[in-house]
Structure formats: structure tokens, C-alpha cells
């Protein structure tokens, strides 16, 4: 999965993605009817689809097997609308509480005609899901996280955080396979086998580099590059790019994103969107390129039971949202970002996660914390007594956290530094605390067809997943990339079949 054979360019260049005339290809080596360019959750989803619909489907995938970034995630979906989960676990939801929740969790702009779908028919892909053999176990994890340590089919993303506990109805939504941690590899290897069943055929180590167009404006296939050779692919109804987003790609992320300019990056190293610039080549338009995820390398519990402040010692968020949200929050704040804990709290947070780290910094006094992070005289004091007033209190009168997160913190202080994670998880000295990836890509209307800079769709183009923008806006909770890219992807499929 990692052996890339297609021949990655030397860093600095690309393979040029100018399209192809249709008359300038002498032969084409292969024919199908669908041909998908990606093998992630939204290429499976794609090409299971077109093959059930009775296409001939071949997926083309440059690394030597499925999974590109789906498979090393967490494999959290965002499902909702009433799953069969949610029932067992005794949560009553509604398409209508889903939307509300997502519209301004992942707002504002999101896409509101493509999340309106994505909400209505999340019943019927939870159940898709299941049809492609991803197991969810029917039990809830309960506790704040990136994702849980358990083999829990669903957890909280969010929804009972202020302010949108009081938008909709609060009911957990992240659905994930049975997997302590990152869930991602079963839930792509079972998506891959469900393609694969359907039948669909796949050309592993093969990178696509251009768009092959007839005379008339359609796309008519593709070019690739095998082992050093040129392969030419014809498709006789449509090409799905499911290509990933572009944060390994530097100048894309600086022109377009960037919100995530010299932080970590969220992939499996290959999202350096050639997808996009294949069909940008040949005039898509983009959409919400600037949307991006975030995520501060801290443990949202640790967070919760103490405080989340900036480069000011200043909280600027409740600290039990979706762990993205707060990240988020902070991309615009000054950095560094510190939790800040005393050591009941620490003690609390350790208890529950033996392999926590220990604090970056322990000091008896906060004027001793703030001299040790180069946080202002006395500036983190008046965020702590303020927060220690409020909590005696019973209320969080800023930012609203929970209550039940809300204690007066005492010396001694310790801070945890998301750099020296970061360090360790990235490799590089300069990390910055906050890793990402890209949320926005090509035009699509809700059936994957790619729209033109004039606005018309392009005759045989369809794209999915983070190639394309899907329903995020400037927001993001965790599930809804796998979420809206199969589902999406899945419409992509049926539509190119068609
Ligand atoms: C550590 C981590 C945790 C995450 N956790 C979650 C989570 O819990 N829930 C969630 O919703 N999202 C999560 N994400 C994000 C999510 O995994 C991705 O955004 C999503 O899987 C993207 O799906 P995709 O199908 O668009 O792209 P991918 O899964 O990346 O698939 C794209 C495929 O296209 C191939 N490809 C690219 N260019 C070409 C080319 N030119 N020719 C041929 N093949 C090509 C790639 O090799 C790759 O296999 C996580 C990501 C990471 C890295």
C-alpha cells in the first residue's frame, strides 16, 4: 500500500496534467465503462455502485493496493437520521436534529443541498455500510475523544457541546467498526472487497496524469503511467476522480489553503491533488478550497477537565466541542497553544489514559507557568481566577463548557504543549502543534458531475471524496469526509453508469 511503482516526480515537480486530445491517442491498452481514478473510500463506494448497476467498472490506484487515506484513519462515518445503533443504544434522532447540528458545526457555507441529502439518507447508507460487510458493534463510547480506545459502535462528536446542544437535539453520531483506535483499515479493506464483489476490476501501481477529451468537450479516458510505461484508458461513459485532497502539495496548499501553511498534514502522503489539476486542466471549477480540518495534538479530555489557552493565556473556546472545532478555533488565535491543568485534573485524565504523557511543564504557581511558557505576566492568572470564579459558580459564564468539566483549579500547575507530540508524530523540529487536511475541490452538482467555470456540467467528468467539495463549509467534524465521499462517491457511480 505504501510501494508507490507509478513513479512519483522529484520533489518541486509535477507530472504535467494538460488533457489529451482524443485524436492525438493512437490506441487505447484498456476499455470499460466506468473507469474510477482513486481507490479510497470514495473509489470503493464509486465503483461498487457503477458495477452494481451493471457497468463495466476498472479502478485505477497508484499505490500498490486500496486505502489511501481512508485506510489509516479512524474510520469514524457520520451517520444519523435514526440507525439502527443509535436505536439500541437508546438515542431517538431526526434527519431534521442531524442537519441542525451540521449546519453550523460544519458551517458556516457548508453546503446546504448536499447535507440536506447526506442527512435524509443517512438510515439508508448506515445500512449500506452494512450491506458491505462493515460490522458495528451496538454499545456507545461516552467519553470526550479523537476517537475511542474501544471497540464501541458510536460515540460523541460534538452534538452536546454549547452552543449546539441547544440548536438540536444532542445525539451522538460518530458510527465506527469494531477496532480499539483507528478503524480505518477494516472499514476500507471490507469497502474494497465490497467493489471488488460487485465487480469491479482494479489496475494497482497505475497513476493517472492526464484526461483524454474527444472533440466535442467529453472526457473520453485517461493516461497513466505503469512501471515507466505510458497506458492509455479508454471510458466509454465516465471517469470518477476519487483522487484525495492536496495537502502534500505544498504550492496548492499555499495558493488555496493557506489556514494550513507549514502545519503537519493529515494523510497517507499521497493527497497531492492531481486529481484536481487533471481537471482543472480542462476548466473545473473548484469550490471552498480554503476549507481545511484541524487537529491540535491534545487529548480532548485532558482539555476538558482543565482549560485551552493561546500564545496570551487566554481561553477562546469551551473546550468539550468536537476536538476539530476547538482546533480550529486555535488556527486563529496566537500561537503556541497550552492545556492547562492542575494535578487533581491531571491525576483524573491519567487514571483513564495510562499511556498519557506527562506534563511538558509542572510549576507551584501560575506566575511560575507563565514565566516557563513566555505567556505574559500575570495574564494566565486572570484567565485562571476568572475561570475559578465562574466554576464556583457551577457555570462557564465566556464560553459555556459542560458543568460537569467545571472545578476550581489549585497549585500546583502543569501545561501540556501539543508541539513535543507533534515533534515526535511529524519528525520535525518546527512542528507546530496542528495537523490538517484539505475539505475543498472540484465543482460538483449532488450526482458528482463536474461543473465547467461556465457552470455546465463536462460531458463524462464526476468526482467524489476530497477531490471534490463536498458538504463541508468552513467546519469540520470527524466522519463526515468518509461520510459525504462514500455517499457522494456512491451517487458519483450510479450516475456514470448511467
Ligand atoms: C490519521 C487520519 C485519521 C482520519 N480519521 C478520519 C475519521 O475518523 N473519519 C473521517 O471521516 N475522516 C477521517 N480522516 C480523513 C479521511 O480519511 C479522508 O479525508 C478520506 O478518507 C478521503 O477519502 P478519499 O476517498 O477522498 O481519498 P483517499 O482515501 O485518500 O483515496 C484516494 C486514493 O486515490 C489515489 N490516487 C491519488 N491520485 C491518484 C492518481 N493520479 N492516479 C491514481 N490513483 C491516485 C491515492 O493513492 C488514494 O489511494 C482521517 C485521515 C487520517 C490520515
Aim: net charge negative; aromatic share 8%; with cysteine.
Amino acid at each position: 500500500m505504501t510501494n508507490d511503482h507509478a513513479e512519483t516526480p522529484p520533489s518541486g515537480l509535477r507530472i504535467p496534467a494538460e488533457p489529451v486530445p482524443l485524436s492525438e491517442v493512437a490506441r487505447f491498452d484498456h476499455e470499460t465503462d466506468v473507469l474510477v481514478v482513486g481507490f479510497g473510500c470514495a473509489g470503493a463506494a464509486a465503483a461498487r455502485e457503477a458495477a452494481a448497476a451493471g457497468a463495466d467498472v476498472l479502478v485505477l490506484e497508484r499505490f500498490s493496493g486500496p486505502g489511501g487515506s481512508t485506510a489509516q484513519s479512524g474510520g469514524e462515518v457520520y451517520l444519523g437520521g435514526g440507525t439502527r445503533v443509535q436505536k439500541a443504544c437508546g438515542f431517538d434522532d431526526t434527519p431534521e436534529d442531524m442537519y441542525a447540528y451540521l449546519h453550523a458545526a460544519l458551517g458556516p457555507h457548508v453546503d446546504e443541498e448536499k447535507l440536506r441529502l447526506y442527512c435524509e439518507g443517512g438510515v439508508e447508507h448506515f445500512e449500506w455500510f452494512r450491506a458491505c460487510g462493515v460490522p458495528f458493534q451496538e454499545s456507545l463510547y461516552g467519553e470526550p475523544g479523537w476517537m475511542a480506545p474501544t471497540k464501541d459502535g458510536l460515540m460523541w462528536l460534538g452534538e452536546n457541546a454549547w452552543p449546539y446542544d441547544t440548536l438540536a437535539r444532542p445525539v451522538p453520531r460518530g458510527h465506527r467498526p469494531p477496532v480499539e483506535g483507528f478503524a480505518g483499515g477494516l472499514l476500507m479493506e471490507r469497502l474494497a472487497a465490497a467493489a471488488t464483489a460487485a465487480g469491479a476490476r482494479a489496475h494497482t501501481d497505475t497513476r493517472a496524469s492526464a484526461l483524454v477529451v474527444d472533440a466535442s468537450g467529453r472526457v473520453a479516458g485517461v493516461v497513466a503511467r505503469r512501471f515507466g510505461e505510458e497506458v492509455h484508458y479508454r471510458a466509454r461513459k465516465g471517469v470518477v476522480l476519487t483522487t484525495g485532497g492536496f495537502v502534500d502539495d505544498e504550492e496548492m496548499v499555499s495558493h488555496h489553503a493557506p489556514l494550513l501553511s507549514g502545519h503537519g498534514k493529515v494523510s497517507d502522503g499521497g493527497d497531492d491533488g492531481s486529481g484536481i489539476r487533471m481537471a482543472c486542466a480542462l476548466g473545473a471549477a473548484t469550490r471552498r478550497m480554503a476549507s481545511v480540518e484541524a487537529a491540535l495534538i491534545v487529548m480532548p479530555e485532558a482539555a476538558c477537565r482543565g482549560m485551552l489557552v493561546n500564545a496570551l493565556g487566554q481561553r477562546f473556546i469551551n473546550e468539550d466541542v468536537y476536538p476539530g472545532l476547538f482546533s480550529h478555533a486555535a488556527l486563529h488565535q496566537p500561537a503556541p497553544w497550552w492545556v492547562i491543568l492542575d494535578e487533581e485534573g491531571f491525576a483524573a485524565y491519567s487514571a483513564r489514559n495510562p499511556t498519557a504523557m506527562p506534563p511538558d511543564h509542572v510549576a507551584e504557581t501560575l506566575a511560575e507557568l507563565e514565566e516557563e511558557l513566555g505567556i505574559p505576566a500575570g495574564a494566565l492568572e486572570t484567565t485562571v481566577t476568572t475561570y475559578n470564579r465562574h466554576a464556583a459558580l457551577g457555570e462557564d459564564a465566556l464560553f459555556h463548557k459542560n458543568p460537569k468539566w467545571l472545578r476550581e483549579l489549585k497549585a500546583p500547575f502543569a501545561a501540556i504543549d501539543p508541539r513535543v507530540l507533534a515533534r515526535l508524530a511529524e519528525n520535525r523540529r518546527e512542528a507546530t502543534g496542528i495537523s490538517g487536511f484539505t475539505l475543498g475541490g472540484l465543482h460538483t452538482t449532488v450526482d458528482g458531475e463536474v461543473l465547467h467555470v461556465t457552470g455546465r456540467p463536462i460531458p463524462g467528468l464526476y468526482a467524489a471524496g476530497r477531490a471534490s467539495a463536498g458538504i463541508h463549509g468552513d467546519g469540520y467534524v470527524s466522519g463526515t469526509s468518509i461520510g459525504d465521499g462514500t455517499f457522494f462517491g456512491r451517487r458519483a457511480g450510479r450516475a456514470a453508469a448511467g
